[in-house]
């Protein structure tokens, strides 16, 4: 079982692998965000914000019953909270656009916000607006107003406590009057009087002490808080805040870029890694092929044992034949159909390649060419295609006279010979069987280079026809829905896939680096890289099936290079 930090670093590789194969939607995503805080920020408005901070007071130094009923108003430990909203309120508002000579005070009532800060009896009166004279103007004036709103309030209440007091005086004095009179009249009850004038008595020394305990207009007008610090005019505004903005756009577009990635990768259906392949294709991946940028060049031979023996490619169709073998141990692959899924995967590169590296090797091989619609494989050895498949379909056509001898040992080429109207009636037919068993009888190798699997139904109608195919996939340019269907259909017709081969791997993917890495640490750049047999052709003579059984197994070891 694999260690967990071998796992976990498997998994951060293949997240890295995903954000350098996508990173243009990461950075494009990033620029985009970016770009656009940038340009909206530096269009904004400037904001400045004017700070006033006041001192909740009582509005005046009491402590009589009297006084109690103005706690609203004095005591700056209970309502505090009452004071943010008072300080909000209408009636202040309209006091501080008055002082201002603003038309209204809806505007101000936007602008403005109150804090009671924490642990405190301070309000912190704050206005924003956009000119920085104004918030400290408007913010000034806030605090003006709620200051003379609250001793107003006290004054109005402290004024309405007076007459409710003089006037129950003026009450209770009329009652001790009476029963001074009733008492003069009727001397008989003064005695029984008396209690009731002692209580009223009582009651208007009560009054008089409230009423002299009221604090005086002028107490009130000094009392109820202080402006601890007035605003000053802001330097600096406070939105927008370019630098936050910035360093958020930044965050939210690297958390929005991954997103994409994620999701572009999720909604990616082409296959990108090994064991993606093997899982859609179920049989192993026998080869790496790298990316060859010079074979894209016209004029370049795309033979790497041929231009450069001593190159990468060539060392991995070495590996590939190699694999091929050693799958054919248990069931041996004498027919091989190289295809893929669909075109432009490089499988006519790859059967050219295959069957020039089987031959240096030292097995006898017929490279033919099964593509009856668009004929290249000639090419790669510099043959034309004058004569092959389509003539020795006649049967007096010998065989021998339709081979070509490329320019290496141990291999001939069987091209097309023409274009026929009908492809898979060919390829389809009791003839071309017969044609495969006699190739299989001169040959260790009959590699059949074929068209695309999708599509057509050439392939096919080969697939049963031989012991093997060999499925070209260049992740990238292949779905998992294709490749799906290709080894379905392959499998309906009665085919058995034996592996498939990635061709075209760039250095920088995760299953490539390691190829391209251990090669160069490797390779000496001395030599031609190979150490195999290059001996003179070998006569193509039938060969039977215990001459053949004896040669696999003196290759069943690969060469000390492979």
Do not use: C
């Amino acid at each position: 079982m694999e260690p967990a930090d071998d796992q976990t670093a498997i998994d951060l590789r293949a997240y890295l692998k995903v954000l350098s194969r996508r990173r243009w939607i990461l950075i494009a995503t990033l620029l985009t965000v970016v770009a656009t805080t940038a340009l909206v920020t530096w269009r904004m408005t400037p904001i400045y914000e004017g700070e006033t901070l006041v001192e909740v007071l009582p509005a005046a130094l009491s402590t009589d019953e009297v006084s109690k009923s103005l706690e609203i108003f004095t005591d700056p430990t209970r309502g505090l909270q009452t004071q943010v909203t008072l300080a909000q309120s209408e009636g202040v508002l309209r006091l501080a656009a008055g002082e201002l000579n603003l038309p209204g005070f809806e505007d101000l009532e936007e602008a403005l916000s109150v804090e009671l800060l924490p642990d405190t009896q301070i309000l912190a009166i704050r206005v924003q607006h956009a000119r920085p004279d104004e918030a400290r103007s408007w913010a000034n004036a806030v605090a003006n107003a709620f200051l003379s709103f609250r001793q107003n309030t006290a004054v109005e209440r402290s004024s309405t406590l007076r007459s409710e007091i003089e006037s129950n005086l003026e009450e209770v004095q009329n009652q001790i009057s009476e029963i001074d009179v009733r008492s003069q009249q009727d001397p008989a009850a003064a005695a029984s009087l008396r209690a009731e004038r002692d209580r009223r008595v009582a009651e208007l020394n009560d009054l008089q002490g409230r009423l002299g305990a009221l604090p005086d207009s002028d107490r009130l007008q000094e009392g109820g808080g202080r402006i601890i610090t007035t605003a000053q005019l802001p330097t600096e505004p406070v939105r927008p805040r370019k630098s936050l903005n910035l360093a958020l756009a930044v965050v939210i577009g690297t958390i929005l870029g991954l997103g994409l990635v994620l999701l572009a990768e999720n909604l990616d259906d082409r296959l990108k890694n090994p064991e993606e392949v093997e899982e859609r294709v179920g049989a192993p991946v026998l080869g790496y092929i790298p990316l060859v940028k010079e074979w894209s060049e016209s004029g370049s031979s795309k033979v790497a044992i041929l231009s450069a023996s001593a190159s990468g490619a060539a060392e991995a169709y070495r590996t590939l034949r190699a694999n091929l073998r050693f799958v054919s141990l248990e069931h041996p692959l004498r027919t091989i159909l190289v295809t893929s899924p669909v075109a432009a995967a490089g499988k006519s590169t790859t059967s050219a390649n295959l069957a020039a590296t089987l031959a240096q090797g030292g097995s006898k091989v017929v490279l033919v060419s099964s593509d009856l619609r668009r004929p290249s494989i000639h090419k790669f050895f510099g043959l034309s295609n004058s004569q092959g498949v389509v003539d020795i379909l006649d049967p007096d056509f010998p065989l021998a006279e339709a081979f070509q001898k490329p320019d290496l040992p141990n291999l001939r080429l069987l091209a097309t010979g023409g274009l026929p109207p009908n492809p898979t009636e060919i390829l389809g037919s009791d003839r071309f069987s017969q044609i495969l068993v006699e190739l299989r009888g001169l040959a260790d190798y009959v590699i059949l280079d074929a068209p695309p699997v999708l599509g057509l139904g050439d392939v096919s109608a080969l697939a049963s026809k031989v012991d093997g195919v060999l499925l070209v996939v260049r992740t990238g340019s292949v779905t998992k829905r294709e490749i799906s269907h290709a080894v379905d259909q392959l499998r309906k017709a009665g085919g058995k896939v034996a592996g498939a081969v990635l061709n075209a791997v760039e250095a920088e993917d995760g299953y490539g680096y390691y190829y391209h890495y251990y090669y160069a640490q490797y390779d000496t750049g001395h030599g031609n890289g190979s150490s195999e047999m290059k001996g003179a052709d070998s006569t193509f003579q039938p060969a039977s099936e215990s001459e053949h059984a004896a040669q696999t197994r003196g290759h069943s070891s690969p060469p000390n290079n492979e």
